[in-house]
């Protein structure tokens, strides 16, 4: 009976303690610790910005990869990181309904969303149910400007990129007769309206605004309207899948004009797309040249080496959002988002891309942008404005 009844107690004893137990002290089982860590993943997977959309989700993934490989612990616990990726088709109706299916999933960040036009209303539902969400390419001004504690990004923004091309097109390009055209999305808006300012804050002249769609391919009777106006240059904001048919249809109508894109045009699929036209053409990147930050050489090969295709465009910043996140996880203690978003926010990160903190917007500090141009049909580096680097013009 004693027996009994001390065995009783013991269970008794042992089911308070593990019932008393808060996540971050559950014990091992076998010495396998059970954190789970879901990172939730978005990005254009299907239609014309696939191509950037599969960049972005194969640097999320390698980072993911990485982690679980070198053993993160969490809290005093190994956890085991788990990738939950979505395709909101860089349309923003599609974001919101992913958005709200990873806060479904109880993940625990946001990698994420590639577009600006897509970031913006699902940064909304995440900050909606205290998810943080680091964006590695939504360059938008308007997303950090929202005043979301949830929102993040790990490259500079349009206000700066815009800012940096106008300057660019006016002192160093000399041109003095402007003509843009947008495509309406968030991002192709916001970064001509800030090329916009810039350029007339220079003293040169915008000599029309025209627009466009983010899934339109035939230019032929804007350009025609614009070639009236004998514009020393035109500016695209939007992405490369317009950008391409644009460059083609510049040169068969004969427009002897410079063309100036920003991030969305840098891509070697412009490059292989475009063909000759695509000489000359000049864009930007919010940050350094890759091989100018402090990991780009050794992530590019490992990247090549893994995927079999040259990087796109933002997956360096993707695998740095990754880890970023991970580290505010390690110095809460806890993947919690709730008590790692304060650590996320004044976070001090050495990456592959940068050294990454945030300003009180979510917006990284001291932002680089560099100017590149389309030279013997490769994207070669001209200017980089801001950062810890500087390259001349040539």
């Known amino acids: ?153 790990v490259m500079s923004n349009d206000g700066q990129q815009g800012k940096t091309l106008g300057e660019f097109a006016v002192n160093t390009l000399h041109a003095k007769k402007i003509a843009v055209i947008d495509d309406r999305s968030a991002y192709g808006q916001g970064l001509t309206d800030e090329f916009i300012k810039s350029v007339q804050a220079n003293g040169a002249q915008i000599v029309t605004r025209e627009y466009t769609t983010d899934k339109a391919v035939d230019f032929t009777a804007v350009l025609t309207s614009i070639k009236s106006k004998q514009p020393d240059l035109l500016f695209f904001g939007g992405m490369d899948p317009q950008g391409v048919p644009m460059a083609k249809q510049l040169k068969a109508l004969g427009l002897n004009v410079k063309f100036m894109m920003g991030d969305g045009g840098y891509t070697p699929k412009l490059l292989d797309l475009a063909g000759d036209a695509a000489d000359g053409i000049y864009a930007s990147l919010p940050s350094l040249p890759l091989q100018q930050m402090p990991g780009g050489k050794d992530f590019s090969q490992r990247y090549e080496a893994k995927y079999k295709q040259p990087i796109q465009l933002y997956a360096p910043y993707c695998y740095d959002a990754v880890n970023v996140m991970i580290a505010a996880m390690q110095k809460a203690a806890s993947a919690d988002p709730r008590k790692y978003l304060p650590e996320l926010a004044k976070i001090t990160y050495n990456g592959v891309t940068a050294n990454i903190s945030f300003d009180e917007k979510g917006d990284i500090k001291g932002g680089a942008v560099t100017l590149y141009q389309v030279q013997q049909g490769k994207w070669q580096p001209l200017q980089t404005i801001g950062g810890n680097s500087a390259i001349s013009a040539h």
Not at 35 to 49: D, N, R, S
Not at 56 to 64: H, S
Not at 74 to 79: E, L, T, V, Y
Request: overall charge neutral; aromatic content about 4%.
């Open 1 to 153: 009976m004693l027996h009994n009844q001390s065995s009783l107690l013991l269970a008794a004893l042992s089911f308070v303690f593990l019932t008393a137990c808060s996540e971050s002290e559950k014990p091992m089982v076998n010495g396998i610790d059970d954190l789970v860590v879901k990172i939730g993943a978005v990005a254009p997977l299907t239609g014309p910005q696939a191509h950037i959309g599969k960049d972005n989700e194969n640097g999320t993934r390698m980072a993911i990869e990485d982690a679980n490989n070198r053993g993160v612990v969490i809290g005093g616990r190994k956890a085991r990181f788990e990738l939950i990726s979505e395709d909101d088709q860089a349309d923003p109706k599609t974001a919101t309904i992913v958005a709200q299916k990873l806060v479904d999933a109880k993940v625990n960040g946001v990698i994420g969303h590639l577009n600006s036009g897509t970031s913006i209303p699902a940064s909304r539902i995440y900050s909606d149910n205290g998810i943080p969400q680091i964006s590695p390419s939504a360059t938008a001004v308007s997303y950090t400007a929202q005043g979301l504690k949830t929102a993040f990004r």
